[in-house]
DNA sequence: TTCCGTTATGTCATAACAAACATAGCGAAA
DNA sequence: TTTCGCTATGTTTGTTATGACATAACGGAA
């Protein structure tokens, strides 16, 4: 028998969670992309969808997560702040920490 | 700022999902009420819920978490097998132990 | 001034999911 | 043989989440 014990982690603010794997992952595409749209396109949801899930953490974060820019060269852009990197890295780890000790612990069961 | 890194673990067997935290909040109402209707109703769900909830448990442990009678004294009932009530207990321990270690490692983080 | 790729939103159809309702069978006990 | 509370399912309805379209504005570059 494969037992396994997998977790999600997210971040709450005040009770709100605003930060999840999903969102992480937009952040990266944001992040790697230098735009929202393509950062969209590269994990194939909507603009739209991935538009909505920023603003989501933009309004419950006390400082912002991306700059975005309209217009211009290339038509704009969006990019992550100091903030928003922090918040991608300290997630990354917190995951990374969690799994390994889950996997952990998992191996000091002997029953099942 | 009050950052919280919260969690939700479940337990795969092959790959696929069969224990997540309703599902462990609903083997401990039958181990308490005796029935998985008085479970059902203890929780607030409907009964074809709890059902299908259980029903799929079976479907994929190798064992069954509970036994179930139709018909009798009482009309029946849905109880925990000991392997069920060593899932619950697995359960509990890996949650709170991820609970913890989830706090203190968030405590190590100077940043945010 | 036209064009292009963005950001920024609203609306509407649809699909996925959950809840509500409905029904049948079982077996002990009265 | 009737009643009762339970297990066991199917069907139908409602609600919520998702996706598809549609549109506007912006600003640098050609």
Do not use: H
């Not at 709450?12 to 950062?39: H, M, P, V, Y």
């Amino acid at each position: 028998m494969k037992y396994k014990i997998k977790s999600r982690i997210w971040i709450e603010l005040d009770g709100r969670e605003f930060l999840g794997e999903g969102k992480i992952r937009l952040l990266k595409a944001i992040d790697e992309t230098g735009s929202l749209s393509k950062a969209a396109r590269s994990l194939d949801i909507s603009y739209k969808k991935a538009w909505n899930l920023i603003d989501a953490v933009n309004k419950t974060t006390p400082k912002p997560v991306t700059i975005n820019s309209i217009g211009g060269k290339g038509g704009g852009g969006t990019e992550l702040t100091a903030y928003g990197k922090s918040l991608v890295g300290v997630f990354d780890d917190m995951n990374r920490k969690c799994w390994n000790f889950l996997d952990i612990q998992l191996e000091k069961i002997k029953s099942l």
